[in-house]
């Protein structure tokens, strides 16, 4: 007598090995919609980013202030508000989308930061930069939204290969950027042949502000025309055998709630693996934020008060360089951790790279006037630091796999995306403050930055391992 075979997981490694076993069911990747969706996350990092190569010399010509060491506070300040207006504005995107839908939410924050991005480059004083960067943050709130478009598009069948997919746009934003930035930044000067116009003398951060903001309008036009909605409540029935197939293979992490509650803060909170992951992915967010804060003003700073003294086009080809190896570990390696490791473990080996990198920081400035021996060392400093950014996208993968319900999912991923925000908010501002006050007093031998940053980091791998995966099911300890 032939007993058949107890069915394998579609994810599970002995599948194509089990002759007895029809092939499981892989659904396809919805290639459109993918891209609509990774070109709307793109332009966040582009627009976020481009800023960096010329904030702080956008600042000094400000004359803020009569020391140009002490210039950090206020592009710290200009960073935070960006986070800040973000958060404040995030949760409450998700909770709406959950009652008018994605598609509505998506397409118009990307009008918004369109237009937040081409206001910036008319600005000439600090409130005006604050303004524009304050109505950037609000638009760029839609990000899990975002999130929660993609868990839609998904299942466990394929997500292995969407989630790095839509997570290499944000490096790949964050390489776009600074190079945009670095590279027309002050046009009338570098390119006199054909933008020595008034106009760009007047403005000279103009042409990157214009170029981001045009593509963020094209990509909003884009989304309009084909970007559809993917919220459950919003889908008209089919009664295919293909589409209940996918459609109970996507409820297999979900338990049951009604279709059209929505749950408070509170109650998300009382899940454990959601409460876990909002206050890890605090710390998480705190840290990487602070980083790519601090690097930027190290970079800025002159050689003899520990910095490297770049310029504004080096600190953009440097900041390529995080975004072109994190582009190569999520393509390359991420897959293939998400297939062979459980997702709790592997986040917590992310949260431990952060440490080591803030350790490695300082060291740059001892190769401060050797080129080769520069470049290779920032390259190394930089690629740790995105392997714990890897985190982000193991986070997202976790939050879509343990949400209460499918018409919770954008309220889970609001709620996790808040406590990020909350600590992006105010990680710019912080880390700057501290790297002045350091270099000012001379503490530490201006490192005292460095020693607090390692220990919050510290502390930031201690709460990720909070978070436990025994057999598939991830509890709080």
């Known amino acids: 007598m032939n007993v058949p075979s107890?069915?394998?997981?579609?994810?599970?490694?002995?599948?194509?090995?089990?002759?007895?076993?029809?092939?499981?069911?892989k659904t396809?990747?919805?290639?459109?919609?993918?891209?609509?969706?990774?070109?709307?996350?793109?332009?966040?990092?582009?627009?976020?980013?481009?800023?960096?190569?010329?904030?702080?010399?956008?600042?000094?010509?400000?004359?803020?202030?009569?020391?140009e060491s002490q210039i950090g506070f206020y592009s710290g300040v200009v960073e935070s508000t960006f986070a800040f207006f973000q958060l404040i504005s995030i949760y409450h995107w998700a909770k709406l989308s959950e009652k008018i839908g994605r598609r509505p939410i998506v397409i118009g924050g990307t009008f918004g930061l369109a237009l937040a991005t081409l206001l910036l480059g008319f600005t000439s004083s600090l409130w005006a930069i604050l303004l524009s960067r304050a109505l950037a943050g609000l638009c760029s709130g839609i990000a899990a939204v975002l999130h929660s478009v993609l868990g839609e598009l998904t299942d466990s069948t394929n997500q292995h290969i969407a989630f790095p997919l839509y997570g290499l746009f944000w490096p790949l934003g964050s390489i776009l950027g600074p190079i945009i930035g670095g590279s027309l930044a002050n046009p009338a000067e570098k390119y006199p042949g054909v933008f020595d116009y008034s106009l760009f003398r007047t403005y000279p951060y103009l042409l990157p502000c214009l170029t981001t903001g045009l593509l963020a309008f094209v990509t909003a036009v884009v989304a309009t025309i084909f970007l559809t909605e993917t919220h459950p409540s919003k889908q008209p029935s089919i009664n295919t055998s293909g589409a209940e197939?996918?459609?109970?293979?996507?409820?297999?992490?979900?338990?049951?709630v009604p279709e059209q509650s929505q749950l408070t803060i509170l109650q998300l909170l009382s899940i454990p693996i959601i409460r876990a992951l909002s206050v890890s992915g605090a710390s998480l967010c705190f840290t990487a934020t602070a980083f790519d804060s601090v690097f930027v003003l190290f970079c800025y700073t002159s050689i003899p008060e520990g910095g490297l003294d770049f310029n504004t086009s080096t600190i953009g080809y440097a900041l390529a360089i995080a975004g072109t190896s994190s582009i190569a570990i999520q393509t390359l390696i991420l897959p293939s951790l998400l297939r062979h490791f459980g997702h709790a473990h592997l986040y917590n080996f992310c949260m431990s790279m952060w440490p080591i990198a803030y350790i490695l920081m300082p060291f740059?400035?001892?190769?401060?006037?050797?080129?080769?021996?520069?470049?290779?060392?920032?390259?190394v400093l930089l690629s740790v630091s995105r392997v714990g950014c890897l985190a982000y996208s193991v986070?997202?993968?976790?939050?879509?796999?343990?949400?209460?319900?499918?018409?919770?999912?954008?309220?889970?991923?609001?709620l996790v995306m808040f406590a990020m925000c909350a600590s992006r908010a105010f990680a710019p501002a912080f880390v700057s403050t501290m790297f002045v006050f350091s270099i000012k007093n001379n503490i530490l031998g201006g490192y005292m930055w460095t020693a607090v940053m390692f220990f919050i980091s510290l502390l930031g791998c201690s709460l990720s391992r909070s978070i436990a995966h025994p057999e598939r099911q991830i509890q709080l300890r």
């Open 364 to 379: 740059l400035n001892l190769f401060a006037y050797e080129p080769i021996q520069l470049w290779i060392a920032i390259t």
């Open 28 to 67: 396809p990747l919805p290639v459109l919609q993918l891209a609509v969706l990774c070109a709307v996350r793109l332009m966040d990092p582009v627009t976020f980013t481009q800023i960096f190569p010329y904030i702080n010399e956008f600042l000094a010509k400000l004359h803020l202030v009569k020391d």
């Open 395 to 414: 986070s997202m993968v976790l939050v879509k796999e343990n949400a209460p319900s499918p018409y919770a999912l954008g309220q889970s991923n609001g």
């Open 245 to 256: 197939h996918i459609s109970s293979h996507r409820s297999l992490n979900f338990m049951s």
């Open 6 to 25: 107890a069915p394998i997981p579609a994810d599970s490694g002995d599948a194509a090995t089990d002759n007895n076993t029809p092939a499981p069911y």
